[in-house]
């Protein structure tokens, strides 16, 4: 009996990872795509759009214009450097790498982890890319390490695409 309630939540568990809907979102500016595991919910008054898929991972984006004091007569790295950790702190996260390349061939960007410093369980993950004088923030709350759940990561952050 035992054996056959963990067959029965394993079955369940994976068929909801592997059944879940990914879902194409054209950003209200039309300048960028990416997938979501659910229906994307904009938080009011912001460029912020959140989805949560079927193991409780929170995924997000935002595109946005760092202020002029953090541009100005800056590299494009220090400009990523500077508002990455800008957002670290707003977003009470300890930042414990970050890794600097290129996107398309075309433009900067930063891959960061870290972890939420009020819990310092749920590990915090994403990108950010500056094109021009915008930059595109995505990141992820992770529920735990699974590979479950670093595969939706990877989907999602791997699906972004700047419209041209």
Known sequence: ???LILIVFILVFFG???????????????????????IPQNIQGTS???SKDVIGNLFAVQE??????????QSSKEILKT???????????FLSETIY??????????DFTGKISAN?????????ILEGEKIYYMYAVLSDDSTASLKNYSRFIHSFRIMR
């Open 16 to 38: 909801e990872v592997r059944g879940q809907e990914w879902r194409l979102f054209n950003s209200p500016s039309n300048t960028y795509t990416i997938e979501f595991p659910s």
């Open 48 to 50: 912020i759009y959140v």
């Open 101 to 110: 390349s290129e996107y398309k061939n075309d433009w900067v960007a930063v």
């Open 64 to 73: 946005f214009r760092p202020p002029e004091d953090i541009t100005k007569d």
């Open 120 to 128: 310092k369980i749920s590990a915090f993950k994403g990108k950010a």
């Open 1 to 3: 009996m035992k054996y």
């Open 83 to 93: 508002t990455i950790k800008a957002l670290a702190l707003k977003q009470n996260v």
